[in-house]
């Protein structure tokens, strides 16, 4: 709770300048709000059973508490693993070693942007780890120490790990700028596996990641009541359609299986972009199915570390072949497409079954090539595709009252570059569409503050100042072009794009874009559409 | 000549004087960033402060256009509201204006024996932290209200099928 | 603070050099011993540095990708920022390194307003890092390979025409070098960003000072041989020459400000492999850049891949959830009689 501040104190504070301290000599500032909860101790033991290696000390702990109960050889912990993953990943060393702090990333970091804090310039996020790397594991380090940006592993130094590598998205946009390519998000994954081999970790990412283990998808829906949910969209899509879709779940000898984030099935606004995929697949006649068992697309694991990712991305080959699929199409995700285009075949292409193919689409015959390893299409691809080939018929009218602009995702920005494919189905299906400012769009994208696993509602305001460049340049296109509605190709940008939008650019809404792409689409056999897929009137058709 | 005709005279430079107080409030090296960079888009604290100090200070003169003031206001606000400030902290830029107003006129007033209009004056400023507080307690209930929002959004489709669950047993009953 | 301990580093370096070659006459010492070693240890420390790196693995494709993938046929791929096959990915890391395309991206944005008033949105590039790091590696290549004259009778047509080019201005008597004017300004623009840019005054280290008041020293110390000194070049060349051929004389006559020029390079020649000046061989290694975006396309074998990193298995999902399934009718590998 913030103290109360007595009127001289508040004069004081009015001629305070911060001293110009050493960045490693600032003290930890733990207080509620900055950072996440942190994970509860069942769900550790059930991940150290199920993912060995990955995870350890269950127990209750609070982060504001001054002891936060490590194990008594936490240090060696923390330091062996280091060293291992030293010779595990040339990036790692690389990123080490030859870092020349010349600055170039500094300011491209939407958390300093909007904090200020020194510590969220990504050259210090990394030097966070550097200077322990350079204490620890150089001579030069061990013999001039601080001069030379060196220091050893202490408890607060866990501690400032923690408070920081928890506000990095992994959204790569330092990257970019870096004139070596080095890689924040990476250092960040490294981090986090160190932290999380002592226990030190947040509920929002081991819950998620438990429960995808388990049920297959983030919130631990058992598959009836999956099943129960697919039937409420259904329904109401033969509300709005007047048609009622099959929508088949779990069943053998099916072309493709559909899997996108689990987000999509329960959380609004995703649930209409669901629609708009069911939609999409009825008018094309596409011979899918839906899994429950590997019913989440996004992968937390990617926040949590590489075995785990590992482990929760191999459903989605041992799905497809036990139900026999040729190919995966993979619905509108950030993060699980990074995984899907990085490390799917890397990691776990040797379980894909004879049965898979390269994929084709069956409605158009375009080969994607681009896909023949990991045989799996992106859905913003594989709709433009349709579009191109004049596969669908579109009725943007029924858009009319939208005036769009893109988001583009961190991960299928930087870690795919997927920028062409959702415009040209974006632009095919609103009449209005215009661009926020060049360097906050494509590979310069901002983050919306809440990837990586910080979509969580206890650290509100660090996404909203995380999320002030990305509002910013939404609020310039709402009060220049009238920009009502911000598309985006991701389940996490679903959830934190609203309450971004709606702090930094009052009035604008977030939509997925095949949530659009269902609105215009004309179903054969359908009724005259008076309903968008929110259940609100269509253009003209509001009530006197 | 009067207070408001010096103020008015030099509005720009004390815009700027302003907006420099209220960088100050910000780590020494964030500062320096912030300041150089007068980039809409790179820099959206650095120039929604220098924004909102120059559309004030013309605003606190006319003094007759509430909505535009809190508009004003607002800009500043809802960033020092998710920033890492205490309440106080946060809402401390509003009274810089005064510090700056003393330092800038008081001498000079009172040698011509005319405090009073400062004092006058700084009736204003008062109200300016006022709407200001008002702006910040409504920005926080905001944070408030979009953690609870988000969670239910996130869950809508689960609640749905609670509730469902629950007509059954009462059409059950209905039997 | 860092900043002082590194200058007063490279004065002392300067000052033994002075004592240890002028006065205390070890000049055999300084022309032979030390630049000969810190050739070796520069040799072995670099080679090792790149052997360190070059082995160890590395696991996963990621590199960042700055333009459009490669995808449906109609849509153009932007190569050089996305490449996905080995000779894009060439051009990627030749743009890299020979123009620092990624410095280059820097550019920022400003709201201006047109005549009517209207905000218009301007670009303005942010380019001066990219200028000073330009102007100063490419200061320090043509000087690097100019130097090459010294260590080679007859000097080979192609740096004896550099050397020639470098000198085209005509100015002054020896004719300045453009290559020392780029040098000397690169650094010296590098060094003050580094005091007056507030944000990389707060992250610079003595790592980051040490190195370039090194270099300063070297620069200048070169440029005083060169234009006040004006020292004998041949005599100069005979020493080196001898240290390659393992003929070693000592010939009279050569400023003191040639083995401070020559202590200062040894020294530099050592620090460099254990320091960040490394990145001159880690830039060519660096994941983020240097691999295609292409693990959809072909298979990328992960050396650690851990086979017994396996899913939690559909038959344990299934037994945990038979039940429930069976009554809502979803399809099942065993009904509850058959599981039971």
Not at chain 1, 468 to 488: D, F, H, I, S
Not at chain 3, 136 to 148: A, D, N, P, S, T
Not at chain 3, 310 to 316: C, G, R, V
Request: charged residues 20%; glycine residues 6%; contains cysteine.
């Amino acid at each position: 709770m913030a103290k109360i501040i007595k009127p001289d104190e508040l004069l004081k504070s009015i001629n305070y300048t911060p001293p110009a301290a050493n960045w490693m000599d600032l003290p930890n500032d733990l207080s509620p709000g900055r950072f996440a909860y942190p994970a509860k101790q069942d769900k550790v033991e059930y991940l150290m059973h199920e993912i060995p290696g990955q995870f350890g000390n269950p127990r209750q702990w609070r982060p504001e508490d001054v002891d936060w109960k490590l194990p008594s050889n936490w240090k060696e912990i923390v330091m062996n693993g280091f060293r291992e993953r030293l010779d595990k990943y040339r990036s790692l060393k690389l990123f080490m070693d030859i870092c020349v702090r010349c600055g170039a990333c500094a300011d491209k970091c939407h958390y300093f942007i909007g904090s200020g804090d020194p510590k969220n310039m990504p050259v210090l996020r990394a030097e966070l780890m550097r200077s322990i790397y350079r204490g620890e594991f150089t001579l030069a380090g061990k013999i001039l120490g601080k001069l030379t940006g060196a220091r050893v592993m202490e408890e607060d130094v866990l501690k400032e790990w923690f408070l920081y590598f928890y506000q990095c998205t992994e959204c790569r946009r330092c990257s970019l700028f870096c004139p070596y390519g080095i890689d924040t998000a990476e250092v960040t994954m490294m981090a986090r596996e160190l932290l999380h081999l002592v226990g030190v970790n947040i509920n929002w990412i081991l819950e998620p990641v438990a429960n995808c283990t388990r049920t297959g998808n983030h919130l631990g829906i058992q598959p009836h009541a999956f099943k129960d949910i697919v039937e409420f969209m259904v329904d109401d899509i033969e509300t709005i359609t007047g048609k009622h879709l099959n929508v088949p779940l779990n069943e053998k000898g099916h072309e493709v299986i559909f899997i996108t984030p689990s987000g999509d099935v329960f959380a609004d606004p995703g649930i209409y972009t669901f629609m708009g995929y069911l939609m999409l697949f009825d008018a094309i006649g596409l011979d899918y199915t839906l899994s429950t068992y590997a019913s989440e697309g996004g992968n937390f694991g990617l926040f949590t570390s590489a075995d785990t990712m590992k482990a929760l991305n191999g459903k989605m080959y041992a799905e497809a072949n036990r139900l026999g699929a040729k190919w995966i199409l993979g619905g509108e995700c950030g993060h699980m497409w990074r995984v899907v285009n990085q490390y799917m075949d890397t990691m776990n292409g040797d379980m894909q079954g004879p049965q898979m193919k390269t994929p084709v689409s069956p409605i158009t015959g375009t080969v994607f090539e681009n896909a023949k390893q990991t045989k799996m299409v992106h859905i913003a691809e594989f709709t433009a595709d349709l579009i191109k080939h004049g596969k669908l018929k579109l009725d943007k009218s029924r858009n009319s009252d939208i005036i769009a602009t893109f988001h583009d995702s961190c991960n299928p920005a930087r870690a795919m570059g997927m920028f062409e494919e959702p415009r040209y189905v974006l632009k095919n299906v609103v009449d209005q569409f215009y661009e926020m400012p060049e360097n906050t769009i494509r590979e310069q994208t901002f983050c919306c503050a809440g990837g990586s696993g910080l979509n969580t509602d206890e650290i509100m305001e660090i996404r909203m100042r995380g999320g002030l460049p990305r509002g910013n340049a939404l609020r310039y296109v709402q009060e220049k072009n009238g920009v009502n509605t911000m598309a985006c190709v991701c389940a996490i940008d679903r959830a934190t794009l609203i309450p971004l939008a709606d702090y930094w650019a009052p009035g604008v809404k977030i939509t997925g874009l095949h949530e659009l792409v269902g609105n215009a689409l004309i179903l054969d056999g359908e009724q005259e559409r008076t309903m968008n897929l929110r259940q609100e009137p269509l253009p003209g058709m509001e009530e006197e | 000549m009067g207070l408001t005709d010096s103020i008015a005279t030099r509005s720009k430079e004390l815009s700027q004087k302003w907006a420099d107080l209220i960088l100050g409030t910000y780590p020494e090296q964030t500062q320096v960033v912030w300041r150089k960079n007068r980039d809409h888009f790179t820099n959206p604290v650095g120039s929604a402060i220098l924004a909102s100090t120059s559309e004030l200070i013309p605003l606190l003169l006319t003094w007759n256009d509430a909505a535009a003031v809190a508009r004003s206001l607002e800009q500043i606000v809802k960033i020092r509201a998710v920033q890492d400030f205490t309440p106080g902290q946060a809402l401390s830029f509003v009274f810089l204006l005064k510090k700056l107003l003393r330092q800038e006129f008081t001498k000079e007033l009172a040698a011509r024996g005319e405090l009073e209009e400062l004092l006058r004056f700084e009736t204003r400023v008062d109200n300016l932290a006022v709407i200001a507080f008002d702006l910040y307690v409504a920005a926080r209930d905001q944070i408030a209200r979009m953690r609870v929002d988000e969670v239910k959004r996130a869950h809508t489709n689960i609640v749905r099928r609670a509730n469902l669950m629950k007509a059954d047993v009462t059409a059950q009953k209905a039997d | 603070m860092k900043a002082i301990f590194s200058l007063l580093l490279v004065l002392a370096l300067v000052v033994i050099a002075t004592v240890g070659a002028g006065a205390a006459k070890m000049q055999t010492i300084f022309a032979y011993c030390i630049p000969g070693t810190a050739f070796i240890l520069f040799m072995v420390g670099f080679v090792c540095k790149i052997v360190s790196w070059a082995k160890r693995p590395v696991p996963f494709r990621i590199p960042t990708t700055g333009g459009q993938q490669q995808t449906l046929s109609w849509i153009a791929q932007n190569k050089w920022d996305n490449p996905s096959t080995g000779p894009q990915t060439f051009v990627r890391m030749v743009l890299e390194v020979l123009t620092f395309r990624s410095l280059f991206r820097n550019t920022k944005l400003v709201l201006r307003h047109d005549d009517g008033k209207n905000p218009i949105v301007a670009y303005v590039s942010a380019k001066w890092l990219w200028l000073f790091a330009i102007l100063f590696h490419y200061g320090f290549l043509i000087v690097v390979i100019r130097h090459m004259r010294l260590f080679m009778q007859p000097v080979p047509m192609p740096i004896a025409f550099l050397d020639q080019a470098d000198g085209i201005l005509q100015i002054l008597a020896p004719t300045i070098y453009i290559s020392d004017v780029l040098l000397l300004s690169g650094a010296t623009l590098l060094l003050l960003r580094r005091f007056f840019d507030a944000k990389v005054r707060y992250i610079s280290l003595v790592n980051d000072y040490f190195p370039l008041f090194l270099i300063l020293g070297v620069i200048l110390s070169g440029m005083y041989m060169r234009y006040i000194a004006k020292v004998d070049i041949m005599a100069i060349k005979e020493v080196i020459l001898g240290l390659l051929t393992l003929n070693y004389t000592v010939p009279a006559n050569i400023d003191t400000s040639f083995f401070v020029h020559l202590f200062l390079v040894s020294t530099l020649l050592v620090y460099i492999p254990f320091s960040k000046l490394m990145h001159m061989g880690g830039v060519f290694l660096s994941p983020t850049r240097n691999m295609p975006n292409d693990t959809r396309i072909n298979h990328y074998v992960n050396p650690w891949n851990n086979p017994a990193v396996k899913p939690h298995s559909y038959e344990s999902y299934e037994d945990e959830f038979r039940g429930p399934m069976f009554e809502a009718g979803l399809p099942l590998e065993k009904n509850p009689e058959e599981a039971a």
